[in-house]
Antibody
Framework: QVQLVQSGVEVKKPGSSVKVSCKAS????????ISWVRQAPGQGLEWMGG????????NYAQNFQGRVTMTADESTRTAYMELTSLRFEDTAIYYC???????????????WGRGTLVIVSS | DIVMTQSPDSLAVSLGERATINCTSS????????????LAWYQQKPGQPPKLLIY???SRESGVPDRFSGSGSGTEFSLSISSLQAEDVAVYYC????????FGQGTKVEIK
C-alpha cells in the first residue's frame, strides 16, 4: 500500500529554520509532484509549492518565495521542505501530498501524509 | 491567484437528508482544449489529513461512496451528499488546479 510517511513534531524558535521530510513507500514517486500544504490551527488549507523529483525543480507559491526550499532524493524516495526565518504564524500542520497526474505541477492530490506539526515558540 | 469561495461556512443536516455545498471560483477553471474543469473536492475529519473525494469536478475517486457527487462548470460548482451518514461529519474543501493551486475556506458539515 502506497504511503507518505512524514517526520515528527518540531518545536522551533522565531527566526530559525525547520526541515520536514516525506518518505514514499511503494507506488510511483519520481514522476509525480510532491506538494506541501499547510494548515494553521483551526484554519483552512494553504498550498506552499511542489517538486517533481525526476525534474528536480520546484514551483513555489508567491507567499513563500524566498523562505521555502523543496528538494527530493530519488534514491531514498524522500521529499523535503525547508522553511526559514520562522514566525509565530508559521505554527501549523505541514502536509505532503502526491499529485495524481504524472508530470504535472498543477494537480489534485490523491495521497496525503499524516502531517507534521511545527510549533514556533519563544 | 484564483480565489475559491465556499458557501455556506457551516451546514447542519438531518441523517438521511441531502447536503449541498457550493464553491465559486473568481475565474473559470474550465480548459476548453480538453473539456475539463480543474476542480477537486476533499473531506477532512478531525485529526486526519484531507481525503480526495471528487476530481475533474465530477469524477468520484475510487472507494468513495456513491452518495457523494460533484457537479458544475466554469466558475460554479457543487458537492452533494445524497443521504447524510454520521461518518460524513467533516470539513469539506474545494480546490482548483487550473492555475496556482488554491483552496476554498472550507465548509463544516454537522448532524442536525
Amino acid at each position: 500500500q502506497v504511503q507518505l510517511v512524514q517526520s515528527g513534531v518540531e518545536v522551533k524558535k522565531p527566526g530559525s529554520s525547520v526541515k520536514v521530510s516525506c518518505k514514499a513507500s511503494g507506488g510511483t514517486f519520481r514522476n509525480h509532484v510532491i506538494s506541501w500544504v499547510r494548515q494553521a490551527p483551526g484554519q483552512g488549507l494553504e498550498w506552499m509549492g511542489g517538486i517533481i523529483p525526476i525534474f528536480a525543480t520546484a514551483n513555489y507559491a508567491q507567499n513563500f518565495q524566498g523562505r521555502v526550499t523543496m528538494t527530493a532524493d530519488e534514491s531514498t524516495r524522500t521529499a523535503y521542505m525547508e522553511l526559514t526565518s520562522l514566525r509565530f504564524e508559521d505554527t501549523a500542520i505541514y502536509y505532503c501530498a502526491r499529485g495524481a497526474i504524472s508530470g504535472w505541477y498543477r494537480a489534485y492530490f490523491d495521497l496525503w501524509g499524516r502531517g507534521t506539526l511545527v510549533i514556533v515558540s519563544s | 491567484d484564483i480565489v475559491m469561495t465556499q458557501s455556506p461556512d457551516s451546514l447542519a443536516v438531518s441523517l438521511g437528508e441531502r447536503a449541498t455545498i457550493n464553491c465559486t471560483s473568481s475565474q473559470s477553471v474550465f480548459y476548453s482544449s480538453n473539456n475539463k474543469n480543474y476542480l477537486a473536492w476533499y473531506q477532512q475529519k478531525p485529526g486526519q489529513p484531507p481525503k480526495l473525494l471528487i476530481y475533474w469536478a465530477s469524477s468520484r475517486e475510487s472507494g468513495v461512496p456513491d452518495r457523494f457527487s460533484g457537479s458544475g462548470s466554469g466558475t460554479e460548482f457543487s458537492l452533494s451528499i445524497s443521504s447524510l451518514q454520521a461518518e460524513d461529519v467533516a470539513v469539506y474543501y474545494c480546490q482548483q488546479y487550473y492555475s496556482t493551486l488554491t483552496f476554498g475556506q472550507g465548509t463544516k458539515v454537522e448532524i442536525k
